[in-house]
């Protein structure tokens, strides 16, 4: 491949075209009538408009995409995440256009895409399962039988699709008819099926998930761990790598390892992938299920193994063996991750629509920012609302940490509310610090009541720095500079 097409736009285009561009193959961007003036957009060596800023008139209509990868000459389409990348049909007619789609195979995304299905694909393979029902239902009465078997509370989830998306914790029997009917009626808006599955809900756990990676020649590996557990509405906003609780297990680290390449086998995967796993206090951890894409988190992962995933997964697209194995990979140093999000913390974190007056990026040594806006661009309202990742790396998780506050500081957003705030009060909130907190960690610590007090407390040290250098300014004696005047020296 010589020349890719990014299906997609802000900061994984960007840093999928940046890889691309190292390794010597030129890029085509596709952007709607919004991004017209967006950076992925004049970075790229060629662009295609694809239609209205509506995402269902541009981002997502299949053939408009394949036709613009054929307009262009690309040998390769990379869909980056979201959009169409989990779209096993986007898959298949990119192949059936002769164009290489640089993602798992159609069957693969099909499989795993369907919660239920990828429950059955891992079965052979011994891989802990949370337990529940097996099969897509609608029915209340059904799921009451269930729920009394396998005890509250109970999760029930839409079985064709994640995100949060069409999921509800019933805490007993009573609550029952209304997270059915809520979590139906969602699933069916977001997914067009409105089947759910229920299982048992496994309280206080960790949000633990394994990069894997895999090549046509049947070579898999893992590239160890991510610890994703600080959520908001079942959307991660924190993530880091390695795990605090697997640093100090290694046998759990290599059992789940091992479990996330079998997964990988099960639905004989090609390319970079994630298995996401919940991990209770004791040990046990979960099989939940596997995203057939690139990660939003994947930096983390990148910096702690010290491999391109973007470039690996175009070697593997390529039909190249990978060039290392598990025995060669080692975890190198500590790295955090913080979704900057167009979002007001203050105001349960309801989307913050607005042009960026001020947008000036922190930098340095250990600090990495992937992002796709500049100063004086909007915020469309028609995507998802993350301006940009945060991300920081040290020798130690106490040093990603200090550099994180240090980078949140330095990163200057006005025109509209973000998540920094949030991260700040994440990074200096003593469970985080001591890893000692799990997927209730929004619900259990933070209220907007927290960053209010937290910037009061700010505000209170400047105050007292201000007064102390105003009270020494006094104190200190001033001898008035001396001054010819024309007077002093006329003879008189």
């Known amino acids: ?31 709607s009538a919004a991004d017209r003036s967006a950076p992925h957009v004049r970075f790229a060596d060629e662009a295609v408009l694809l239609g209205p800023a509506p995402s269902n008139q541009s981002y997502l209509v299949m053939d408009k995409v394949i036709q613009a990868a054929r307009d262009t000459g690309a040998e390769g389409i990379h869909p980056g995440y979201g959009f169409l990348s989990e779209n096993a049909e986007f898959a298949r007619r990119v192949e059936a256009a002769g164009i290489i789609f640089i993602g798992p195979k159609p069957h693969a995304i099909e499989i795993m895409g369907n919660k239920l299905a990828a429950k059955e694909a891992v079965a052979d393979y011994d891989i802990p399962m949370v337990p529940g029902i097996e099969e897509a239902i609608t029915d209340v009465a059904l799921a009451a039988k269930i729920g009394e078997e396998v005890g509250y509370p109970i999760l029930i989830k839409a079985a064709a699709g994640g995100g949060g998306k069409g999921m509800r914790v019933v805490e007993s029997r009573a609550g029952l008819q209304e997270g059915m009917e809520r979590a139906i009626s969602e699933a069916t808006s977001a997914f067009g099926d409105g089947s759910v599955f229920i299982e048992k809900y496994v309280t206080n ?31 991660k906003v924190v993530e880091e790598a390695p795990a605090v609780p697997l640093n100090l297990a290694p046998a759990l680290r290599a059992r789940m ?64 063996p990978l060039s290392f194995k598990q025995e060669d990979l080692r975890i190198q140093g500590h790295a955090i991750e913080l979704r900057v999000y167009a979002e007001d913390p203050l105001n349960n974190f309801l989307p913050s629509i607005g042009r960026l007056e001020v947008y000036q990026k922190p930098s340095g040594p250990g600090i990495r920012v992937d992002d796709g806006f500049e100063q004086g661009m909007d915020i469309p309202i028609y995507y998802d609302p993350m301006i940009a990742k945060l991300i920081t790396y040290g020798q130690t998780r106490e040093e990603a940490i200090q550099l994180m506050r240090e980078a949140i500081d330095n990163y200057h957003i006005e025109g509209i509310e973000t998540t920094l705030p949030f991260g700040r009060f994440v990074m200096n909130h003593e469970a985080f610090i001591s890893g000692n907190f799990d997927t209730n960690f929004v619900q259990a610590y933070y209220s907007p009541e927290a960053i209010m007090a937290d910037q009061q407390a700010e505000e209170a040290v400047i105050a007292l720095i201000g007064a102390r250098i105003y009270e020494d300014a006094l104190a200190t004696l001033r001898v008035p500079a001396t001054t010819s005047h024309a007077w002093q020296n006329k003879r008189c």
Do not use: W
């Open 1 to 31: 491949m010589q020349k890719i097409l990014v299906a997609n736009r802000g900061e994984i285009a960007l840093r999928i075209m940046r890889t691309a561009r190292r390794m010597g193959i030129k890029t085509v961007a596709v952007y």
């Open 205 to 235: 756990p960790r949000h633990i998930e394994i990069q894997v990676l895999a090549d046509a020649h049947g070579n898999i590996v893992h590239l160890f761990e991510r610890e994703c557990s600080v959520q908001r509405r079942h959307q």
């Open 257 to 320: 390892g091992e479990a996330a390449v079998k997964c990988a086998r099960a639905c004989d995967y090609l390319g970079a992938g994630t298995v996401e796993f919940l991990l209770d206090g004791q040990g046990n951890f979960y099989f939940l299920e596997m995203n057939t894409r690139l990660q939003v988190e994947h930096p983390v992962s990148e910096i702690i193994a010290g491999v391109d995933l973007v470039e690996q997964q175009i070697l593997v697209a390529r039909g190249q």
